[in-house]
């Protein structure tokens, strides 16, 4: 095959390059909406520095209004903590004893699962019609792998199901009663519906039917607050001794939502991404929005093409461009040597970090990580 001279690359980009210059040049007209895209470009450079280094795993608990401090118990403090460090621990169990990035963030998510604090497994939210639908998805880095589950019904802890469909079929995302049915054809734990029952997420979900129906009062009980303080979508990232990157998310979704909906946690590179040469990264917040705007793939891309940090690409996805499309949220992101940012544009994300000392950080109020940050 004749291979083509590459000459005819310099008058194309030198005319691109005039044209981009021209265009940037040129006065807002108007009553055009601004491209949030151009919006984002036209904003100060960013975060500059990530949030931690030597990072090994990371999780979340969700991004939402976070916890108030005037309203939140030393309890229920100390619940909070206790369930982002036991997480943490779990995943650090597997790293310590050589095991892969992918084992350690799934056992991290499945403690989240399990915990009933978090919008996952034991305590998800409530559909519109009062049921339950869980969605998860896993990321290895090293070869671009990925399983995930929408819509499962009765897998105790979804994360393994997507961990499944990534290692036992050639599929990527399963839904529904498919996925439920592959999960325990191959030996998964399986429950009832009223095992994901939750007093917080029953009293949420009457709170939230009336609220749509214009009732000022609906979100005054204990319970429908702490609903209301922590949206609780799960995630982790990791990196481990080969320097390989994982990272999976897992969620009940959004409280009275129609039966059906799948948000971005289940979707690779909206909720999930993971690439050794870039980014682990987990999401959490506004589905629609991160679906559209593609919110994890995009901060692989940014370090990939633009050659930006993690915090700088991060920052400008999570900060910069996805409130334009109408939304908030968070995400974790970690790198293969250990630099770690968690940006988030609503008021506060639960999460917390292991270092490869082995110290561990939780971070639950707003004043432990301010908003667009």
Do not use: C
């Not at 108007?30 to 949030?51: I, L, S, V, Y």
């Amino acid at each position: 095959m004749r291979i083509r001279p590459l000459t005819w690359l310099v008058p194309a980009v030198a005319a691109t390059a005039a044209v981009t210059a021209t265009a940037l040049a040129l006065p807002e007209g108007g009553d055009r909406a601004p491209d949030h895209r151009t919006a984002a470009a036209a904003r100060p450079a960013g975060k500059a520095q990530p949030d931690a280094r030597d990072v090994v795993l990371a999780v979340h608990g969700g991004a939402g209004t976070a916890l108030d401090r005037d309203k939140t118990t030393p309890e229920r403090e100390k619940a909070y903590r206790d369930g982002l460090t036991a997480a943490l621990r779990a995943g650090q169990k597997v790293l310590d004893k050589g095991g892969s990035s992918v084992d350690a963030v799934q056992r991290a998510v499945m403690e989240l699962e399990d915990d009933p604090l978090f919008n996952a497994g034991k305590g998800a939210v409530f559909t519109a019609d009062a049921g339950h639908e869980l969605d998860a998805s896993i990321m290895r880095g090293s070869d671009l792998r990925a399983g995930a589950v929408a819509g499962v019904k009765s897998l105790r802890n979804p994360i393994q199901g997507a961990r499944a469909v990534m290692d036992k079929s050639p599929h990527v995302l399963l839904a529904g009663e498919g996925a439920d049915d592959f999960g325990a054809r191959h030996g998964l734990r399986t429950v009832t519906q009223d095992y994901y029952w939750t007093q917080a997420r029953w009293d949420a979900l009457l709170a939230a039917k009336k609220a749509a129906k214009g009732d000022k009062g609906a979100a005054a009980s204990p319970a429908a607050l702490a609903d209301a303080q922590s949206k609780g979508t799960v995630g982790a990232v990791a990196v481990d001794k080969r320097r390989d990157l994982a990272a999976a998310t897992s969620t009940g979704g959004l409280t009275n939502k129609l039966p059906g909906r799948v948000g971005d946690s289940p979707l690779v590179g909206a909720g999930t991404y993971a690439d050794n040469g870039t980014v682990a990264a987990s999401a959490t917040g506004a589905g629609e929005v991160f679906i559209r705007g593609a919110a994890t793939s995009t901060i692989a891309r940014l370090m990939e093409f633009k050659g930006v940090g993690v915090a700088k690409a991060a920052y400008e996805v999570i900060v910069e461009r996805l409130p334009g499309l109408g939304g908030d949220g968070g995400v974790i992101a970690l790198t293969p040597d250990g630099a770690f940012d968690a940006p988030h544009s609503s008021p506060g994300m639960l999460h917390g970090y292991l270092t490869r000392s082995g110290k561990v950080v939780t971070k639950i109020f707003p004043d432990e990580s301010p908003a667009n940050s």
